[in-house]
């Protein structure tokens, strides 16, 4: 047993960003994890769909030497749910603003019941070449217009503007692809739930959470709760090292 207040370091934390984002997103609550001597590893999320995303995640997972704590941000949540089913390494969840789906659900369907989430009047299609012959495929971005408001409503204009312009776009396909059996059924798992969340919605992040049996840590903020917010996230990842840690 490890003490309650050490961190054991035979866990590494593998953080996982979401749509729209990169895995810089991760820096405060990496600084953070760093000093409390925690191995941690960012991972560059490819965003071309939960299949594909899952198995890529997976992959690092399973070349981690140890167990893993996999966390994840918004779309990234839906990746390590359906990516550590095939790993036999990771030994929990962190869901920071983050999607939670079950078994045979969409992403779409879940924003589909959101009364918080925005992000649809937001989101731009673009078209990107499928590598194969002249088809074109879709992906979304959110309209730099309205970044700010959606996505990073409580960081100052300045990163907001940036994080706006250099967002990555996702894949159309990850939004109606379903998911497979989720991990949070066999794995203990953590929510940070940020109630000003206008992107994936706070109301049903926090269903989701819920229903996955999550302990859960509610925090006034936006989407970007990472950024914002680093030491509550941080803690909160502490908190499950220490737990599947000990």
Known sequence: MT??????????????HGAFADASGWGGVIERL??????VRAVANP???????????ASV????PGPVLAVGHSYGGAVITNAVTTTDNAVGLVYVAAFAPDEGETLQDIEGTSRDSVLDSAVVQTEYPSGSGEEALIELSIDPAQFHAVFAGDLPDGPAAVMGVSQRPIAAIAFGEKNGVPAWRSLPSWAV???GDKAAGADVVLSMAKRAGARITEVEGSHVIMISKPDVVADVVLEAVRTVGS
């Open 3 to 16: 003490d309650a207040n050490s961190t054991s370091s035979a866990v590494t934390v593998v953080l996982v």
């Open 61 to 64: 997972i399973r070349q981690v």
């Open 193 to 195: 739930v940020a109630t």
């Open 47 to 57: 965003l071309r769909g939960v299949a594909t995303d899952s198995a890529y995640v």
């Open 34 to 39: 760093h000093a409390a001597d925690v191995p």
